[in-house]
């Protein structure tokens, strides 16, 4: 699109305040035609709401979302003809937003006052389309004007200040400024909208006397608050996500994000939610509240990106349920536009290592095409010229060449391809991909492997040595098994889509001969586990034994971190351990992944022991307990327990493999995915001495029951095996 609105900033110094901008405009400026059709064109620098007549126009939150605003800022169109009157009144106010706010990246001074000057821009058309097809364009210029809104402060970390009874005085002529027009794409993710509403489960008074309102499900939004008050009352809200050992308010591990609401209200029964920030809590603490505060009068509302959801599991044991639960909350919590570590602290970036472990079950739970989609050309537009990735996207200057981030540029697309069968992915992100292994090829000290560098390694592993995050497995090792990994990711992305992949055939082959002859041995869990899982050892059956009786030897508990726990139950059950698989997932003391539900976790968290067995915290510098990384445990639910698989030759479920694995301490397990194929859905449940199995599949299947496979076409089937 050709815009002919301009970039406009507000005429005068707003400091913190959120400016809104305004344009009058009456059915004379489309020369008093019959209206068919009038469209909302508009994005900011920041995030922004617009207002006609008194009505929201369209429910995007947050918008224009986040991207890697130098090469790509989305705008919106809105459909906005059944707003319009005789005369209209449009308002737009924009926030910081990721835009402006001092994120990570900005830490140096120098940043920061680079950041803080981008100014509070606003481009917008309003593009009326009379009945004869003739348009009239209101764009954004010297005629709209600018004043200060009721917001007085928002920012992404900090929160937002709002006054309910502040009227501006005056609104001035809007001010031109030169901005790029070249990066604007249009809306390609998903929206970011409302979703829930859960409503407080109670209002209490804390040890400490302060006043706690729960609503019993850790979410990513902000609270909704009613109350009857008299102008000039205040609120004043902190966010939490759980209580201390001793059930007062904490909220330490936010770290410097001061995560408050400050409400001046008007006269009379007034609601009140923020407009331009989001918040990660399950508790708010009331510092100010006019009157008794009752449950009834808040509302936790979340938002994420609209996805649709696809997956479901269930099954007899109500702590699973409740970790299946957790792991959705946490997609939700985290999927706000950008797949971030984190909602609440003065993080929540796009972390790349975090999204690769987790790609696969996102797939299965939620349609994140189009969500991967936009993230991951944000991906590529920011790849630096010597093919690394950023550790996180959109790139905040936060490091690049870790092994197990950086490869999200490869296992992300190639899951994506694998789950919804589009090849256009990979046509996407194909130059991305080979130009990342060519940074290893480049970079590395040792041809072949992927030695020097920095990496996160197996980031929280159990088994690190004391005072590091990093796990005991060596960073070489892991780093050349990623390389190797994703060299194979190339490969096989090439055949999809016809390109000649010799040379990384040949480089694949070198690099699997080379780490072979240089590891020849494994030492920790997650060695064991890259090994097997990524086609590396010679023996794979050896090598998962070995693993099997090193998980058992230290008392049948996991001590992989980042980089191994995604893999490890799918390693153990392809190899004839599926029990002692079942035994990690069923575990119930720390640490596993139902740890945290004994403790009421309504999220996963980022440590095993976040809240740790005499209720202490783990510490306040880095324990976020909405980080969904761990939750990557159900796509081994879903592939091995239920039994659904995509088949690579075949994917988007084209055709399907269900090989479920049951286990006797469950009654039964339930996994489903509507797929775009249709719904394929596992259920085993045992009965009468016997397992009983129900499959659907809308495609051509094998289902292999006891080791004997059987192909069917598309329809609902009975197997039975023994228990």
Request: proline share 4%; hydrophobic share 35%.
């Amino acid at each position: 699109m050709e815009w002919s609105g301009k970039w406009i900033k507000p005429s005068q110094e707003m400091g913190e305040v959120c400016p809104v901008f305004i344009r009058e405009f009456d059915g004379g400026e489309n020369g008093g035609k019959e209206i068919a059709k009038a469209e909302l064109w508009v994005t900011a620098l920041g995030v922004y709401e617009a207002v006609l007549n008194g009505s929201r126009v369209g429910q995007y939150v947050l918008a224009p979302g986040w991207t890697s605003y130098k090469s790509r800022l989305q705008y919106q169109v809105y459909d906005i003809t059944q707003l319009l009157k005789d005369e209209n009144r449009l308002s737009v106010t924009v926030g910081k937003g990721w835009y402006r706010s001092p994120v990570p990246g900005w830490i140096t001074e120098e940043g920061k006052a680079e950041k803080a000057a981008i100014p509070a821009g606003l481009l917008a058309e309003i593009v009326i389309t009379d009945k004869e097809g003739n348009t009239t364009c209101i764009g954004t210029d010297e005629s709209w004007k600018a004043g200060e809104s009721k917001i007085r402060f928002s920012e992404i970390y900090d929160g937002e200040t709002f006054d309910a009874g502040f009227e501006a005085a005056e609104y001035f002529p809007a001010e031109v400024f030169e901005w790029t027009k070249d990066n604007l794409i249009p809306q390609e993710g998903e929206e970011i909208t409302e979703q829930e509403y859960v409503k407080a489960a109670s209002v209490f008074t804390a040890p400490n006397g302060e006043t706690v309102v729960d609503f019993g499900q850790e979410v990513t939004g902000y609270v909704q608050f009613t109350l009857d008050a008299r102008a000039g009352d205040k609120v004043e809200i902190s966010h939490g996500e759980v209580l201390d050992k001793d059930g007062n308010f904490y909220n330490a591990n936010y770290r410097a994000a001061k995560a408050k609401i400050f409400y001046t209200c008007c006269d009379g029964v007034q609601t009140y939610k923020p407009k331009m920030t989001f918040f990660g809590f399950r508790y708010i603490r009331l510092d100010q509240f006019p009157g008794t505060p009752k449950p009834e009068q808040f509302y936790a509302v979340a938002v994420h990106s609209d996805m649709k959801r696809t997956g479901c599991l269930r099954s007899s044991n109500p702590l699973l349920n409740q970790l299946f639960s957790n792991i959705i909350w946490g997609q939700k919590g985290n999927f706000l536009d950008v797949p971030t570590d984190c909602p609440q602290r003065d993080e929540r970036m796009g972390w790349t290592g975090d999204a690769q472990a987790f790609v696969k079950t996102a797939s299965y739970n939620y349609d994140v095409d189009k969500f991967f989609t936009k993230w991951l050309a944000d991906m590529a537009a920011d790849q630096l010229p010597d093919g690394s990735i950023g550790h996180v996207v959109p790139t905040l200057f936060v490091g690049s060449g870790s092994a197990a981030w950086d490869d999200a540029a490869t296992i992300c697309p190639w899951q994506i391809y694998l789950t919804y069968g589009d090849k256009e992915i990979l046509a996407r992100q194909f130059d991305c991909m080979k130009k990342y292994i060519g940074f290893i090829t480049n970079t590395t000290k040792d041809k072949y492997l992927w030695t020097g560098g920095e990496h996160y390694e197996d980031w929280l592993g159990l088994d690190a040595p004391v005072g590091s995050y990093k796990g005991s497995s060596r960073a070489d090792f892991i780093a050349s098994a990623f390389y190797a990994y994703s060299t194979s990711l190339v490969v096989k992305a090439g055949k999809a889509l016809g390109e000649d992949v010799g040379c990384y055939e040949e480089l694949y082959r070198n690099i699997v001969e080379t780490f072979r002859r240089t590891f020849t041995d494994y030492r920790t869990q997650t060695e064991h586990v890259l090994a097997v899982h990524f086609n590396l050892a010679e023996d794979p059956a050896k090598t998962a034994d070995a693993l099997a009786d090193m998980v058992i030897s230290c008392g049948s508990k996991l001590q992989t971190g980042f980089v191994g726990t995604p893999y490890l139950l799918h390693v153990l059950s392809s190899y004839g351990h599926t029990d002692l698989a079942y035994t990690l997932l069923l575990r119930t003391e720390y640490p596993s992944w139902l740890y945290p539900v004994t403790k009421g976790a309504t999220t996963v968290w980022e440590h095993w022991d976040g809240i740790m067995e005499n209720g202490d915290f783990w510490s306040t510098d880095m324990n976020s307990f909405n980080h969904y990384a761990y939750g990557a445990v159900a796509d081994w639910v879903y592939e091995e327990a239920a039994g659904i698989h995509t088949v690579e030759e075949a994917p988007g479920f084209e055709r399907v493999k269900i090989a479920p694995k049951p286990d006797s301490r469950l009654d039964w397990l339930e996994a489903s995915i509507e797929t775009r194929k249709g719904l394929v859905r596992s259920l085993w449940k045992q009965e009468e001495g016997r397992f009983r199995y129900e499959i659907t599949t809308p495609s051509p299947a094998s289902i292999v029951i006891d080791g004997v496979e059987t192909q069917v076409g598309p329809g609902e089937y009975i197997f039975y095996s023994r228990i």
